[in-house]
């Protein structure tokens, strides 16, 4: 009988200790996913908490109102490129709405990745285009007349 009494309570142990060891596994991969997501999080903030001091102190040149780029143009140009976005949709036939077959996500990653370069190439050209000096404009400081003046 107490044989029969200990192997009873060594085969509980086994299974508490068992139980244990798999709440203690499991918990402990919950938590190790947790905390390594709040590591990941952590250092990317503080990298892009860094890349925002960077940026933010690097001095900016002033440039004179006859340089800096007209007020319009900045949503003339979201104007142009989110039209230019939606004709190319429509042009290739690119399932971007829930209720067209062949719909997926990732669909508006290519939309949004037309639209960043469109935005980005006409910007460039058109403030390359607006900052060069008109034709009209004599570039050539004026000269002394006769009398030196």
């Not at 192997?7 to 991969?29: N, P, Y």
């Not at 290739?92 to 209720?99: M, Y």
Request: charged share 15%; hydrophobic share 50%; aromatic share 8%.
């Amino acid at each position: 009988m107490l044989q029969r009494i200990r192997t009873s309570v060594k085969a509980t142990a086994l299974v508490a200790v068992e139980a244990a060891a798999l709440v203690g596994s499991v918990g402990g991969a919950a938590m190790a996913v947790v905390f390594g997501k709040a590591l990941l999080a952590a250092a990317l903030g503080a990298f892009a908490f860094g890349a925002f001091l960077r940026l933010s102190s690097r001095r900016r040149d002033t440039l004179t109102p006859e340089r800096q780029s007209p007020r319009w143009l900045a949503p003339t140009i979201a104007l142009v490129s989110t039209a230019e976005a939606a004709l190319l949709v429509e042009a290739v036939d690119l399932p971007v709405r829930l209720s067209q077959p062949g719909f997926q996500y990732h669909h508006w990653l290519i939309v949004l990745a037309f639209l960043v370069v469109a935005y980005a190439t006409q910007a460039k050209i058109l403030r390359q285009w607006l900052s060069r000096p008109k034709r009209h404009e004599n570039k050539l400081t004026p000269t002394k007349g006769r009398n030196g003046h």
